[in-house]
């Protein structure tokens, strides 16, 4: 009933800053809690940041918590994740998720993902 496309991700300097969208299909979407995670080569997926399905909680893993804003769009039915003062460690491909339940961390309560943008980020 979802289907999750996510963009803006490339390459940044240390500092910098990049804004990742996740576009979902139809109405269903305002249903539906969102997050954010993250996978490096040869590591496992974390989780990055969730919101709830009105928007009013959110949520951040501690490695991003002050730099990284996650937020979302009824209207236009998107969620972004705004990504402040970049890291090298935060180089990994990330991918929005979508859930019924409320506003989870655990990335196997989420139905429906995102193919991945991939986010580099230099010293």
């Known amino acids: 009933q979802v289907q999750l496309v996510e963009s803006g991700g490339g390459l940044a300097q240390a500092g910098g800053s990049l804004r990742l969208s996740c576009v979902a299909s139809?109405?269903?979407?305002?249903?539906?809690?969102m997050g954010w995670f993250r996978q490096a080569p040869g590591k496992e997926r974390e989780f990055v940041a969730r919101?709830?399905?009105?928007?009013?909680?959110?949520a951040y893993a501690d490695s991003v918590k002050g730099r990284f804003t996650i937020s979302r769009d009824t209207t236009k039915n998107t969620v972004s994740l705004q990504m402040n003062s970049l890291k090298p460690e935060d180089t990994a491909a990330y991918y929005c998720?979508?859930?019924?339940?409320?506003?989870?961390?655990?990335?196997?309560?989420?139905?429906?993902w995102g193919q991945g943008t991939q986010v580099t980020v230099s010293s």
């Open positions: 998720a979508a859930s019924p339940r409320l506003a989870p961390m655990n990335a196997a309560e989420y139905i429906y």
């Open positions: 139809g109405r269903t979407f305002s249903s539906y809690a």
């Open positions: 919101i709830s399905r009105g928007g009013r909680t959110t």
